[in-house]
């Protein structure tokens, strides 16, 4: 598959959801705890490995970063969540962000949800599911790191997953990914390509004609 997202470019960072642009392009947005391999995952998707960067440090940034697309929709990278040492103002801030932003943007089309494959949803995961879940945004799950599991554990993680979900009433793609290794990779662009709404145009574009 082509792939859709290869020429992504930085746009902006902002501090504040009132600092984001009120154009009504289209938004994927990107969540999950730090350290989860968010940044290793948007560049994997993109194929660029210095667009998001990878931290050492989980926390440092409380920043929305957007990157855009030739067709002028966006993906954007919220900011990390769940790490200890960060105060529970900045916590409350982020939740009143990240929720605000969820729940109430318009142009949001979905959520990419990253979750490290050996730690699958914590308090903050659920509480950024309900979200979902009130916006009622479409949301695909990237069990991340999958290179960690061996395929028996990986695929059970993935099996407890949307057993899981499907108690918690969330409907969500899910999907095994290693940013490392390329696995789920192809699967991984192909269902969040569908998220946006210029996927069918470009579908027609590429299909061979008959
Ligand atoms: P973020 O804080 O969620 O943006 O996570 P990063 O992308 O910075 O990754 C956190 C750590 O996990 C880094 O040390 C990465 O090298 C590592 N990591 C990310 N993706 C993978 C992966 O697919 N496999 C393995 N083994 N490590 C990964």
């Known amino acids: 598959m082509l792939n859709p ?3 992504a470019q930085f746009v902006m960072s902002c501090a504040e959801l009132a600092q984001c642009p009120r154009d009504g392009r289209p938004e994927l947005a990107f969540s ?5 391999g968010k940044s290793s995952a948007l560049n994997a998707l993109c194929g660029h490995k210095g667009l998001a960067r990878v931290s050492k440090t989980p926390g440092r940034t409380q920043l929305i970063n957007l990157f855009e697309l030739p067709t002028g929709e966006r993906l954007v990278d919220l900011p990390g969540y769940g790490y200890a040492k960060v105060p529970g103002r900045v916590r409350q801030d982020w939740a009143r962000m990240v929720g605000t932003y969820v729940e109430q943007r318009t142009s949001l089309q979905g959520i990419v949800l990253i979750m490290d494959c050996r730690h699958p949803l914590t308090d903050h995961d659920r509480q950024m599911l309900e979200w979902v879940r009130n916006g009622q945004r479409p949301c695909h799950i990237l069990l991340s790191k999958s290179d960690k599991l061996g395929f028996g554990a990986g695929k059970n993680t993935f099996l407890k997953v949307r057993r899981d979900l499907q108690a918690m009433g969330v409907s969500a793609g899910v999907q095994l990914f290693s ?6 990779l192809d699967e991984a662009r192909a269902a969040l390509w569908k998220l946006l709404p210029s996927a069918a145009g470009l579908a027609i574009e590429i299909a061979p004609s008959l």
């Open 5 to 7: 997202f290869a020429q």
């Open 32 to 36: 999950g705890r730090s350290n989860s």
């Open 179 to 184: 940013a490392q290794t390329g696995q789920g």
